[in-house]
T-cell receptor, first 115, second 111 residues
Framework: GAVVSQHPSWVICKSGTSVKIECRSLDFQATTMFWYRQFPKQSLMLMATSNEGSKATYEQGVEKDKFLINHASLTLSTLTVTSAHPEDSSFYIC???????????FGPGTRLTVT | AQSVTQLGSHVSVSEGALVLLRCNYSSSVPPYLFWYVQYPNQGLQLLLKYTSAATLVKGINGFEAEFKKSETSFHLTKPSAHMSDAAEYFCAVSEDNDMRFGAGTRLTVKP
C-alpha cells in the first residue's frame, strides 16, 4: 500500500513554455502533499506543502507565481512550472502523507529538461 | 527547527565489509527519523524509520539503525555490503508538518 505516482516521469520543454506535473496517491487519501526539487548530486529541497482544498505554503525563496501548485482532491496534486527556463531543469519529487502521520510516501520523480 | 547532518558525502567499502553511514539530528521535540535510499533517476525508497518505539530499528535489505538520544545520532549500518547497495542514502527528520533531509551520502561498493 501507500503508493504515489508521478506523471510524466520525464519531460522536455522549450524555454518560455509551461509544463504540468501530476502527483497521485493511488491507494490512500493524502491530506497533505509535498513538492521537492533535487539538483544533480544534491539533496531534496522542499519547495512547498499543500493541503487539500487550500493554498499551498511555499518555502522561502520559491516563487509561487512560477511554481503553481494545486491540490484539488485528496488523491491529486499538480505542479505547474510556468514560463520555464533552463535553470528550472531539475528532478522534481512529490510525496504524500496521511493526516497526523509523520511518514511521507514518495513518488518516483519527474525529470524536467528545459531547452 | 529540526535538521539532520550526514557526516561524509561519500563512503566507499569493499563487498562484504561493514557499512556505516552517519547521521546526527537536531530537534526540539522527540523526533521521527528516517533513512531513505535513492538509486539514479528514481524516487526515494524507505529503508527504516524510528518513531519512538525500540531504539534499534531493523529495516529492509539487512540495514538497521540505532537511535541514541545522548549522542543525537541515528547511524545506519549493515554488517556485510553487497554490490547492489551502491546508491545515495538520505537521513531525514520529521516533526509537525514537514520533513528535512540531510545532504546525502553516496555509498560505493568495491568488488
Amino acid at each position: 500500500g501507500a503508493v504515489v505516482s508521478q506523471h510524466p516521469s520525464w519531460v522536455i520543454c522549450k524555454s518560455g513554455t509551461s509544463v504540468k506535473i501530476e502527483c497521485r496517491s493511488l491507494d490512500f487519501q493524502a491530506t497533505t502533499m509535498f513538492w521537492y526539487r533535487q539538483f544533480p548530486k544534491q539533496s531534496l529541497m522542499l519547495m512547498a506543502t499543500s493541503n487539500e482544498g487550500s493554498k499551498a505554503t511555499y518555502e522561502q525563496g520559491v516563487e509561487k507565481d512560477k511554481f503553481l501548485i494545486n491540490h484539488a482532491s485528496l488523491t491529486l496534486s499538480t505542479l505547474t512550472v510556468t514560463s520555464a527556463h533552463p535553470e528550472d531543469s531539475s528532478f522534481y519529487i512529490c510525496s504524500a502523507r496521511l493526516y497526523r502521520v509523520y511518514e511521507q510516501y514518495f513518488g518516483p520523480g519527474t525529470r524536467l529538461t528545459v531547452t | 527547527a529540526q535538521s539532520v547532518t550526514q557526516l561524509g558525502s561519500h563512503v566507499s567499502v569493499s563487498e562484504g565489509a561493514l557499512v556505516l553511514l552517519r547521521c546526527n539530528y537536531s530537534s526540539s521535540v522527540p523526533p521521527y527519523l528516517f533513512w531513505y535510499v535513492q538509486y539514479p533517476n528514481q524516487g526515494l525508497q524507505l529503508l527504516l524509520k524510528y518513531t519512538s518505539a525500540a531504539t534499534l530499528v531493523k529495516g529492509i535489505n539487512g540495514f538497521e539503525a540505532e537511535f541514541k538520544k545522548s549522542e543525537t545520532s541515528f547511524h545506519l549500518t549493515k554488517p556485510s555490503a553487497h554490490m547492489s547497495d551502491a546508491a545515495e542514502y538520505f537521513c531525514a527528520v520529521s516533526e509537525d508538518n514537514d520533513m528535512r533531509f540531510g545532504a546525502g551520502t553516496r555509498l560505493t561498493v568495491k568488488p
